[in-house]
């Protein structure tokens, strides 16, 4: 058993899906996924149990999940339904014009929500970015990962297995000199200019 074991542990196939899993990706996935699902379940109690109903007595009269329009008459001609269920259960075919709006204010409350969220972070961000490059006056790089490093020439992330930088070409296994850590740019030696 440790035999198989030790080989499902050492094949690249493993080592992959390890590496994958390390990224961050899978656990924020499966975080948004689980709040995701409550966030719907709560979008959709507001609109089942709170909206509509005020919603339904303005339209139909009543809530606005039995508001439908019977298509064809069940076993009883002539019976008036008060129920979806009612109108099911006596074998009328029915078209549920309120369960689909029910689904509908569901969607758009739910898209409303979540662009407002998302937009609300990209401006949180970006504000917080702007303070950081006026302060320092450079962009503070992307942390890091499990499969990059950052390069100490130019701060940006690079594959874990790279020997230069894909950006400035620098060497990444070289330590930048003190001096030019916090060096002014230099005027250029030929003006292409004129």
């Keep these: 058993m440790s035999t198989l074991r030790n080989k499902v542990k050492n094949s ?15 656990l924020d996935l499966g975080v948004g996924l689980v709040i995701g699902t409550a966030f719907s379940k709560v979008i959709s109690s507001f609109v089942d149990d709170i909206l509509t109903p005020p919603l339904g007595l303005v339209i139909s ?22 129920t979806i269920d009612e109108a099911q259960q006596d074998g009328a075919v029915t078209e549920n014009v309120g369960r689909f709006l029910q689904v509908c204010l569901n969607f758009i409350l739910v898209a409303i929500t979540l662009f407002i969220i998302i937009f609300s972070i990209k401006k949180i ?25 950052t390069c100490t020439w130019c701060g940006s992330n690079v594959p874990l ?28 030696l030929i003006e292409l200019d004129g």
């Design 125 to 149: 961000s970006d504000y917080r970015a702007a303070r950081r490059e006026k302060k320092d006056g450079k962009p503070e790089p992307a942390p890091a990962t499990g499969v990059t490093q």
């Design 61 to 82: 009269g009543s809530n606005l999940e039995n508001w439908f329009i019977v298509l064809r008459q069940g076993q009883t001609p002539g019976k008036h339904y008060q």
């Design 12 to 26: 690249s196939v493993w080592q992959s899906f390890v590496e994958f899993v390390q990224r961050g990706n899978v």
């Design 161 to 188: 297995n790279a020997v230069k930088c894909m950006y400035c070409t620098s060497f990444l296994h070289e330590k930048v000199p003190a001096e030019l850590l916090n060096k002014q740019p230099q005027q250029a």
